[in-house]
């Protein structure tokens, strides 16, 4: 009789709870609520809410992988989940959220090793993820999306503390953002081992009809990520800017792409600064420039206080593959035992590039089978 009153005791506590039953005990516009159980969450619509959902126990958990619709739709409404194991749907995203919402999700365990589903869909939001973990994922599906009846993609991600480790892309979505979101941050996080079998870890296609797009990477590291056709870490196509501060960079193949497919305003740029790349490499379907492919015709290159070493491509541009840029500045950087089966050791560059000046950089131990370690098809400033 024990023994059945204790099971009878152990289904309730593991019989999910409705979290909708949560969000109408009250009327209030903020909700706070402190979890301590298990909960289960059915397309719960939050319209003009704040709302946050933090996990007070070991066993707070959030149970949604039988859901066939996402289980939030935000509407001009914040929400917040901290400290929660969420067990997401295998049949839908996570949110979908319109009219400047904000999902955040912060120190919470996303319990799968097939990623299916973005975490947030929608038009004119915002997801933040802060201090995740994602090991041993196979990822099918982007974090971030725009609903596709959306005009002007307005979506924006950020990340922050995150870690992505010994995983994979096998989607057709890079891992970070799908082609049509706007706005991409990422800092202070980690991406080791990742293995990109068809699409990069940022967007490669152009954004469709949108005004801007900007992409900025700080206090970040990338190591040993296996880039697909063209590419692996960073992709800044049809990107009106692109920012790397104080970025590491080590055994990436073919990392950063900066490719102009339709004409830009002119205040389009591509800056660096304190970054180190060690060990670039190229693939046979990409053999130019390890750390980066640079075409635009109205975009401007700027890399100051950088290292790059033991970076080689098997044709030009050891390190950096520049064509048909309106300027190049490379300041105080320094670059040592880079190597080129082609021409320049370190960079190759069109002679259609309109300015470029080299300033105080210091050059050891390159060498190129073609010309130079600097393949000079422009005029060389030296300060």
């Known amino acids: 009789m024990i023994l059945f009153y204790l099971s009878i005791l152990s289904y309730i506590a593991a019989t999910p709870l409705n979290l909708q039953d949560v969000f109408d005990e009250g009327s209030d516009q903020t909700v706070h609520v402190g979890l301590t159980r298990q909960y289960s969450a059915k397309s719960i619509k939050l319209e003009t809410r704040n709302a946050t959902l933090i996990g007070m126990a070991s066993d707070a958990r959030l149970d949604l992988e039988a859901q066939p619709s996402p289980a939030f739709h935000l509407v001009n409404s914040t929400l917040k989940l901290a400290n929660l194991k969420i067990v997401p749907s295998l049949l839908s995203p996570f949110a979908e959220a319109v009219d400047h919402s904000h999902l955040t999700i912060e120190q919470c365990t996303y319990a799968t090793l097939h990623f299916t589903h973005p975490i947030l869909v929608g038009d004119q939001s915002t997801l933040v993820l802060s201090s995740m973990t994602f090991d041993l994922v196979t990822f099918h599906s982007s974090l971030i999306a725009q609903v596709q009846t959306a005009i002007n993609p307005t979506l924006s991600i950020s990340l922050h503390f995150c870690s992505f480790t010994n995983s994979a892309v096998a989607a057709q979505s890079p891992i970070v953002a799908g082609s049509d979101v706007a706005g991409i941050s990422i ?148 670059v040592s035992n880079c190597s080129a089966g082609g021409n320049g050791g370190f960079l190759c560059c069109s002679e259609s590039t309109t300015n470029a000046s080299l300033r105080n950089n210091s050059f050891s131990s390159c060498s190129a089978e073609g010309k130079t370690t600097i393949d000079r098809h422009f005029t060389i400033h030296h300060d």
């Open 187 to 334: 800092s202070d996080s980690t991406f080791l081992n990742i293995s990109c079998h068809s699409q990069p870890v940022m967007p490669l296609e152009p954004v469709n009809s949108a005004s801007y797009r900007h992409v900025e990477i700080v206090d970040s590291r990338f190591n040993t990520v296996e880039g697909p056709l063209a590419g692996g870490v960073v992709f800044g196509v049809q990107a009106h800017s692109l920012h790397l501060r104080s970025v590491k960079m080590s055994d990436c193949s073919n990392a950063v792409h900066f490719w102009e497919r339709v004409p830009f305003p002119a205040s389009t740029a591509m800056t660096m600064s304190r970054c180190s790349v060690t060990q670039a490499t190229t693939t046979a379907f990409q053999p130019n420039g390890s750390f980066l492919f640079f075409v635009g015709s109205t975009v401007s290159l700027n890399i100051t206080s950088c290292s790059f070493s033991h970076c080689t491509a098997r044709q030009s541009g050891g390190c950096v593959w520049v064509t048909t840029s309106e300027s190049i500045d490379l300041f105080r950087c320094r």
